[in-house]
């Protein structure tokens, strides 16, 4: 490959790298990625656009529950399990923290707080898909993306 | 199955689709691989491993499902659980293993666990991002083989082929591969199926072995090829008799035992099952709230519980059967299903009990049931039986309606459950030999209450004993009938904890239940009986509930079939005619044994086993009853309608069912047949 492929593959493992070691993918995010082969090359992207698909439902119905009054924790709790669980399997590190923090308000029965976590679920939330996205065109323009290499 | 071959491939590429049409393609390869068993080689297990993965979160499904790949298995996706028990029940053998979510919409994914545990009884790895304990625990009370948390790593998931293996093993352990298999499902697959198949055959055989030669009482504490004991209805009714009289805190094994008064027994066994009547009491108490209990007191390992309500649960079917349903008034078949799930409360009257009992199971099942004026009395009556409908409200019960869930529940998932499952199922395969279309539609439910009828008349004893022995009167066949249910390969078809050693029991004389009210087996589902509680407590994890539900459920694919073939199932027994009842109706299924060994504490696990869909067959076994007492000639008189009939003259004769028994038997998984309600 020439050298402005090399380059960008660099950039790319390096774009990998920090989003890593700011803790927005974790180790779940590496297992999708050893998945993919060549039966399902973009396997991980496929993957993460299904997550954004079935988030923003559940990012709707959390936005609508927590406008009720008065709030109805447990289907707070309920809805966010499941985004949790979501955000873990494809390895949102921050986003799970956030929404850990999220239940956590929710069995206080702290409204307020749980107003305020949902805001920074959304945030990383929003966040991650735009350094994902950016990460994958990228990916796609290079080519092949190395395999999945445990960030050091 | 395709050993990560062709098929497999296949799945892939078709997988990355959504779920849906995914899944389904992948169902029909899935199938075609599954029940082919092409290359089943055993060699290349666990590749080829046949696994349905259920999830309602697309994200985490389409991960699993390339996880499951990537190890070589044979994955087949689904996001509702009521979809993948119908999958499930439509290819009794296409799958291995199971994992489900936890949380999910449509149905609670320990409830799915349940149903599977009784009518397939595959096992089930359960897997939530919760990892709080309690909720791990009740993965584990419900009989989930594994928990996994999410994010699943695929490391996780390479080993579950362990859980396959380690279920088949305990399904074989008891038995010995006798060579009687005679209703040996031909093992569609080769590798895994194939094993199962055996293992269900060879417990089949066993167990009919069983019958004739064991009378021992062996603790089902299983050691290898210790016959254990098969709890049938009657048998189990007798113990529940004997405890009632008792009183559940004062009631030891040494004085059961004596009270029941059944040669062969021995005090291990009656502790064991007791031990796990206490469990399946605590659930039925504790599944109010929860609702995970549901099914009655399938008596887990014992399967004994089980095999009573699993029993009431045949009577009934074996009465519809034998009436040809049609004939049979649908609230006479309630009541016979709320005698057979009643089992025994009354101790009084032997059948009026059970058959209020039944009433009110079918009524928590169904509350829609047809026999709703007979079943919603029960409903009402039982908190616990509605309790059960819920169970399974998600469930589109492809098996008619709600009484079959109902019943399921009532059979108490596991073993019990099991059996009753049995019941139904064969009810349901009777049906489809028969082509009997049973006018009953709960006919899942219909065979508990005949059951229990049976037993409560102190016929019940006999389908006990007859289960294994061919001499057992109508109890015994009706026992087969429940066990046919199962998966039919438990030959010995009481899977559900048919335990009441109706092996043991064989060499004995068959006891009518002592005081036909001795069915107190049937556990009120809501735990009239206080007493009743402590048993649920005592439950061990896992310990399936004696709840029809699981009869219900499995009875569901049986339904079709019982329509209107368990009719003439039941009556088969009833007639006594044939012993085999499960050959000759259920052309269908082989008639595996079915008081097959399964029924033991393993029981309802062999009941699950038999993935063989051996719907009718075991119904038919049943029928060995020779006129054991006069239970027997209750049914064999009455076939059909009469059978009915003088089952509800029974009841509302003995109408006065000690309501803390009744109640009691809800717990069983009897779901809400409150003996009182029945009206008279």
């Known amino acids: 490959?020439?050298?402005?492929?090399?380059?960008?593959?660099?950039?790319?493992?390096?774009?990998?790298?920090?989003?890593?070691?700011?803790?927005?993918?974790?180790?779940?995010?590496?297992?999708?990625?050893?998945?993919?082969?060549?039966?399902?090359?973009?396997?991980?992207?496929?993957?993460?656009?299904?997550?954004?698909?079935?988030?923003?439902?559940?990012?709707?119905?959390?936005?609508?529950?927590?406008?009720?009054?008065?709030?109805?924790?447990?289907k707070l709790d309920s809805l966010m399990h499941q985004f949790k669980g979501s955000s873990s399997s494809i390895g949102a590190k921050k986003v799970k923290i956030e929404c850990t923090h999220f239940r956590d308000y929710c069995n206080a029965r702290n409204a307020e707080g749980c107003k305020r976590t949902f805001q920074h679920v959304k945030k990383e939330y929003t966040t991650l898909k735009k350094k994902l996205e950016a990460y994958f065109q990228m990916s796609r323009q290079t080519g092949p993306v190395e395999r999945a290499c445990r960030p050091r | 199955m395709n050993l990560g071959g062709s098929q497999v491939v296949n799945k892939q590429s078709m997988m990355p689709s959504s779920s849906g049409a995914s899944w389904k393609s992948t169902v029909a390869g899935g199938s075609g691989g599954g029940g082919g068993g092409d290359g089943g080689v055993p060699d290349q297990f666990p590749a080829g491993l046949r696994v349905l993965v259920v999830d309602d979160d697309p994200t985490c499904l389409m991960i699993l499902e390339k996880m499951l790949r990537n190890c070589n298995y044979e994955v087949t996706k689904c996001n509702r659980a009521e979809v993948a028990l119908s999958f499930l029940r439509e290819n009794k053998n296409g799958f291995d293993v199971v994992i489900s979510d936890v949380h999910m919409p449509d149905m609670d994914g320990f409830k799915l666990l349940e149903h599977i545990g009784i009518e397939m009884d595959l096992p089930v790895i359960m897997m939530s991002a919760d990892d709080s304990k309690s909720v791990v625990m009740k993965g584990v009370t419900h009989g989930a083989c594994d928990y996994l948390i999410k994010p699943v790593r695929i490391e996780a998931l390479r080993n579950i082929w362990q859980h396959v293996v380690r279920k088949r093993k305990h399904e074989w352990k008891d038995f010995e591969p006798s060579a009687s298999a005679d209703e040996q499902k031909p093992p569609e697959e080769p590798d895994y199926s194939s094993s199962a198949n055996e293992g269900h055959n060879w417990k089949n055989t066993k167990r009919r072995k069983d019958e004739d030669d064991d009378g021992e009482d062996r603790d089902d504490s299983s050691s290898l090829k210790k016959p254990r004991v098969v709890w049938s209805v009657e048998l189990h009714q007798q113990f529940v008799a004997a405890v009632n009289q008792l009183g559940i805190d004062k009631a030891v094994p040494k004085k059961i035992l004596e009270l029941m008064n059944v040669p062969g027994l021995t005090r291990e066994n009656v502790a064991s099952h007791l031990q796990k009547y206490r469990l399946y009491l605590r659930r039925l108490s504790g599944s109010q709230h929860p609702g995970g209990m549901s099914a009655g007191f399938m008596g887990g390992p014992d399967a004994g519980y089980g095999s009573i309500s699993s029993l009431n649960g045949l009577d009934l079917q074996a009465l519809a059967a034998s009436g040809q349903l049609g004939q049979l008034p649908p609230q006479s078949l309630a009541t016979l299903q709320a005698a057979a799930l009643g089992r025994t409360t009354n101790s009084k009257s032997p059948i009026s009990a059970p058959v209020i009992d039944q009433r009110n199971i079918f009524s928590f099942e169904n509350p829609k049931s047809r026999y709703t004026e007979v079943q919603s009395q029960h409903l009402t009556s039982s908190s616990s039986s509605s309790k059960q409908m819920n169970l399974l409200p998600g469930?589109?019960?492809?098996?008619?309606?709600?009484?079959?869930?109902?019943?399921?529940?009532?059979?108490?998932?596991?073993?019990?459950?099991?059996?009753?499952?049995?019941?139904?199922?064969?009810?349901?395969?009777?049906?489809?030999?028969?082509?009997?279309?049973?006018?009953?539609?709960?006919?899942?439910?219909?065979?508990?209450?005949?059951?229990?009828?049976?037993?409560?008349?102190?016929?019940?004893?006999?389908?006990?004993?007859?289960?294994?022995?061919?001499?057992?009167?109508?109890?015994?066949?009706?026992?087969?009938?429940?066990?046919?249910?199962?998966?039919?390969?438990?030959?010995?078809?009481?899977?559900?904890?048919?335990?009441?050693?109706?092996?043991?029991?064989?060499?004995?004389?068959?006891?009518?239940?002592?005081?036909?009210?001795?069915?107190?087996?049937?556990?009120?589902?809501?735990?009239?009986?206080?007493?009743?509680?402590?048993?649920?407590?005592?439950?061990?994890s896992g310990i399936r509930e004696w709840g029809l539900q699981d009869v219900g459920m499995t009875f569901d694919s049986a339904q079709h079939t019982m329509q209107g073939g368990s009719a003439p199932v039941l009556l088969q027994h009833n007639r006594s005619s044939e012993r085999e009842m499960g050959g000759q109706n259920r052309n269908s299924t082989s008639g595996k044994a079915i008081f097959s060994p399964g029924v033991e504490s393993g029981s309802h696990r062999n009941v699950g086993q038999h993935r063989n869909s051996y719907v009718g067959e075991n119904s038919l076994r049943v029928k060995a009853e020779d006129g054991s007492?006069?239970?027997?000639?209750?049914?064999?008189?009455?076939?059909?309608?009469?059978?009915?009939?003088?089952?509800?003259?029974?009841?509302h004769q003995q109408q006065q069912p000690p309501q803390g028994v009744g109640q009691a038997e809800t717990e069983f998984g009897f779901d809400g047949y409150a003996m009182d309600n029945l009206p008279a």
Do not use: W
């Not at chain 1, 297992?31 to 698909?53: A, G, H, K, M």
């Not at chain 2, 489809?432 to 229990?452: E, F, K």
């Not at chain 2, 004993?465 to 109890?475: D, I, K, L, M, R």
């Open chain 1, 1 to 74: 490959m020439d050298r402005n492929q090399m380059q960008m593959h660099r950039q790319i493992a390096n774009i990998r790298k920090s989003l890593f070691d700011q803790e927005y993918l974790d180790e779940q995010f590496i297992q999708l990625e050893e998945l993919q082969d060549n039966s399902n090359p973009n396997f991980v992207e496929e993957v993460v656009t299904l997550f954004y698909r079935d988030s923003a439902r559940f990012l709707y119905n959390l936005d609508q529950a927590l406008e009720k009054r008065p709030l109805d924790f447990s």
């Open chain 2, 395 to 540: 469930i589109p019960t492809n098996m008619e309606p709600k009484q079959f869930v109902s019943l399921q529940h009532q059979s108490g998932q596991h073993s019990f459950g099991s059996i009753n499952n049995q019941v139904l199922i064969q009810m349901g395969g009777q049906s489809q030999s028969q082509s009997q279309s049973n006018t009953i539609p709960h006919h899942g439910l219909r065979p508990p209450v005949l059951s229990s009828e049976m037993l409560t008349r102190g016929g019940v004893v006999d389908m006990a004993t007859t289960v294994y022995n061919p001499v057992v009167s109508q109890a015994s066949s009706l026992v087969d009938f429940s066990i046919n249910h199962k998966n039919d390969s438990t030959g010995s078809s009481y899977p559900l904890g048919g335990s009441l050693g109706i092996p043991n029991l064989t060499s004995a004389t068959p006891t009518p239940l002592q005081g036909d009210g001795n069915l107190d087996t049937k556990v009120p589902r809501r735990g009239i009986v206080s007493s009743y509680d402590i048993f649920n407590e005592l439950n061990p």
């Open chain 2, 629 to 651: 007492s006069h239970n027997n000639t209750l049914y064999s008189e009455q076939y059909g309608d009469d059978l009915l009939a003088a089952i509800l003259k029974q009841h």
